[in-house]
Each structure stands twice: as C-alpha cells, then as structure tokens.
T-cell receptor
Framework: AQSVTQLDSQVPVFEEAPVELRCNYSSSVSVYLFWYVQYPNQGLQLLLKYLSGSTLVKGINGFEAEFNKSQTSFHLRKPSVHISDTAEYFCAAGGGTYKYIFGTGTRLKVLA | NAGVTQTPKFRILKIGQSMTLQCTQDMNHNYMYWYRQDPGMGLKLIYYSVGAGITDKGEVPNGYNVSRSTTEDFPLRLELAAPSQTSVYFC????????????FGPGTRLTVT
C-alpha cells in the first residue's frame, strides 16, 4: 500500500533564506507525486507534479522538487523564500488506483 | 469557469442533526472526491466517484453517504451528526485517475456541538 511521510510538521525560516520540505513515499507500483500548497482558509492548489521524465520538476512561485527513486523521496525546495510563502504544504502520491494519498502536511512559517 | 464550488462555507450542527454538503464542478471531470481535514492529520478520503452513478468508499466513510447522479454534482450527506465529524471538508475533481492534478474547492468548515 502507498504511504506518504512528511518528516517535518513545522519549518520556520527567515525571509530570503533557502528552504527544503521533505517528503518520502512508499509504493510497490508506479507512482506519481505532487506538492500542493494551502493558504489560510483556502483549498489546496497544485505547486508541481512528477509523472515521468526529468527528475527535477519546476513549479509555480519558484518552487522545485527532485524525484529520487533510490531514496523514495520527493523533497520540495525554494532558494529564497518570501513572507507570502507562509502556508501549509502537502505532498501527495497517486498511481495504480483512482485514489491519492496525502502526507500530514508541513507548515512553513517565513519570518521577517 | 468557476472550477469546484462548495456550499455552505460554514455550518454549525447540533448532535443528531443531518445536512448535505454541496459540491459542483464545471470542468467535466469524471473523478470526484470528498476529503476531511483535521489538524495535523492531513487529508483523509471519505468517498470518491469515477463517474455518474459510480461511487466507492475511501478511508473514513462511516457516518457519511454520497450520490453522483450527474457528472457535475457530488453531494456529501451527513446523517446523525456527531462531534467527531467536526472538521473541514474539501471536495476535489480530477480529469485522470491517479496521475492527474486534483482541483480543490474552497472547503466547508463544519462544527458539531
């Protein structure tokens, strides 16, 4: 069965510093991976997705993620964060079934 | 193009009451989903549908029911509300099974007291 683990529940970081949000998955079948962002009192919106091909995926708002099959990871990175990046970030996996599995989320807090 | 819309935005129910959460999408997606989001728990799948007339249970279906009479609408019914159903509920739709983006509605915040 698929599972998605987000290792950090909260990540504080100063503005203009780099950030990495970690995500590991487990699956015995082909996997498609996603990162979503949720701003306060809003629904989730897609940041980026990996379906196949290049393992480095670029998304919106300057975020990127790298698919690492050997380490079963899909970490999200941004080289320089802004206050407006403060939000909750969810890693999700799909593939093989109609269903998606979500991680428990990482709350990114950007400090001035 | 409205995407996925949900009503109501907020609702307070008394224990034992019932209600229906509405979800509509205008993207002609076959796949639709209901999730609940509890603090620190991420999203849990309640029910999903792969097309009109076809629904199936997710991880946490107890206390809920769904129907899918049209492609556009996927209402979630709560019968005999309990405090454990206090949560934020999200509806989502997708054009493809498992490998496509999900489009989320803005959510319904439900409190059962």
């Amino acid at each position: 069965a698929q599972s998605v683990t987000q290792l950090d529940s909260q990540v504080p970081v100063f503005e203009e510093a780099p950030v990495e949000l970690r995500c590991n998955y487990s699956s015995s079948v082909s996997v498609y991976l996603f990162w979503y962002v949720q701003y306060p009192n809003q629904g989730l919106q897609l940041l980026l997705k990996y379906l196949s091909g290049s393992t480095l995926v670029k998304g919106i708002n300057g975020f990127e993620a790298e698919f690492n099959k050997s380490q079963t990871s899909f970490h999200l990175r941004k080289p320089s964060v802004h206050i407006s990046d403060t939000a909750e970030y969810f890693c999700a996996a799909g593939g093989g079934t109609y269903k998606y599995i979500f991680g428990t989320g990482t709350r990114l807090k950007v400090l001035a | 193009n409205a995407g996925v819309t949900q009503t109501p935005k907020f609702r307070i129910l008394k224990i034992g009451q019932s209600m229906t959460l509405q979800c509509t999408q205008d993207m002609n997606h076959n796949y639709m989903y209901w999730y609940r989001q509890d603090p620190g728990m991420g999203l849990k799948l309640i029910y999903y549908s792969v097309g009109a007339g076809i629904t199936d249970k997710g991880e946490v279906p107890n206390g809920y029911n769904v129907s899918r009479s049209t492609t556009e609408d996927f209402p979630l019914r709560l019968e005999l509300a309990a405090p454990s159903q206090t949560s934020v509920y999200f509806c989502a739709s997708s054009p493809s099974p498992g490998n496509g983006e999900q489009y989320f509605g803005p959510g319904t915040r439900l409190t059962v007291t």
